[in-house]
């Protein structure tokens, strides 16, 4: 049996912002997916899906989905990110990176639910997956996921707490 494997996507700009960098993005527009690893990262010809939910300003670094870039922030809200973007200065920044910063700027603007933001740090998890360097930032963003997980339980986000126990724990088990 052959399975058909597609992934498209359209190219879309936004400006950052922040600083009016101009911003590409690669929204997708159809994939076909066949199920779910055990930590929840779905399996099937995604194409860039996971690489392609974030980008990155190149010059301040504002991370985040397309949506978060069309956001007007305040002048108290733009300060606020500008000097969380500071510790990235001087990291390199790929697609995993990318993740911890738009979760890390969601966590402290709290635009987003815990449950939305717990999100981000498990995509960034699959996008560093495959780095064979190491995999310290892996295991990062999976327990800032089960972290954040935890939070969104506490606020009581979820209709039935049992499920997202099991996507905690399974998320603990891959570690």
Do not use: W
Not at 122 to 149: F, P
């Amino acid at each position: 049996m052959s399975i058909t494997k597609a992934h498209t996507c359209s190219t879309n700009q936004v400006k950052c912002p922040l600083d009016n960098t101009i911003v590409e993005f690669c929204v997708t527009a159809s994939m076909t997916t066949s199920g779910n690893l055990y930590d929840f990262e779905k399996i099937g010809a995604l194409g860039g899906h996971y690489s392609e939910l974030t980008g990155s300003c190149s010059t301040c670094l504002f991370s985040g989905y397309i949506s978060d870039f069309e956001i007007s922030y305040t002048i108290k809200e733009k300060k606020i990110i500008l000097l969380l973007l500071e510790k990235f200065k001087s990291l390199e920044i790929g697609e995993a990176m990318e993740c911890r910063i738009s979760a890390e700027i969601q966590l402290l603007l709290r635009k987003k639910t815990f449950d939305d933001i717990a999100y981000i740090f498990l995509v960034g998890s699959y996008l560093e997956k495959h780095n064979l360097n190491s995999d310290e930032l892996r295991i990062e963003l999976q327990c800032d996921a089960i972290d954040t997980l935890e939070k969104a339980i506490k606020m009581n986000e979820y209709d039935s707490v049992s499920y997202t126990h099991l996507r905690a724990h399974e998320t603990r088990g891959n570690l």
